[in-house]
């Protein structure tokens, strides 16, 4: 009536099978931490992708706008820490599938694919615009 279901270990991947040993600031991308910090990304990156354009139609933002800066501040800074903790987070090389722990390359890595994009993306727009504003109805 009821089947139970195993994993072998020839389903895992090899590093699943046999934890790298990583230096103590270096974090495994499979980590139970790392992915449900990575959940917690994706749901802010949710929330960034319906706000911003929300907020670019309907709002205007200045510093009346205390509780909504200070969110978006949050979500910015979170996003920020992400950038922090990727120059610290083992990835699997993908021609021969192997973990890759070392800081040096990992940095190296990081920086020459995401770091870019992911550093303008935490950026506080929002409080830069939202000074700016301030400044203009002083003027």
């Known amino acids: 009536m009821f089947q ?3 994993i072998n270990f020839d389903v895992l991947p090899r590093y699943k099978q046999d934890p790298p040993r990583t230096p103590p600031h270096v974090i495994l991308h499979y980590s139970v931490f790392r992915s449900i910090w990575d959940w917690l990304i994706l749901l802010l990156t949710f929330y960034t992708a319906v706000m911003v354009p ?3 139609a309907f709002r205007n933002k200045s510093l009346d ?3 909504l800066l200070v969110l978006d501040s949050t979500v910015d800074t979170i996003f920020f820490v992400d950038v922090v903790l990727n120059f610290h987070t083992t990835f699997v090389h993908s021609p021969s599938g192997e973990v890759v722990s070392s ?3 990992i940095r ?3 920086l020459r694919s995401w770091f870019i994009i992911d ?4 950026l506080p727009y929002d409080i830069f615009n939202a000074f700016q ?3 203009q109805e002083v003027s």
């Open 65 to 67: 706008d205390l509780p």
């Open 103 to 105: 800081a040096k390359v």
């Open 119 to 122: 550093f303008l993306s935490c």
């Open 4 to 6: 139970v279901f195993t």
């Open 133 to 135: 504003l301030r400044t």
């Open 108 to 110: 190296n890595y990081y």
């Open 54 to 56: 929300f907020n670019a």
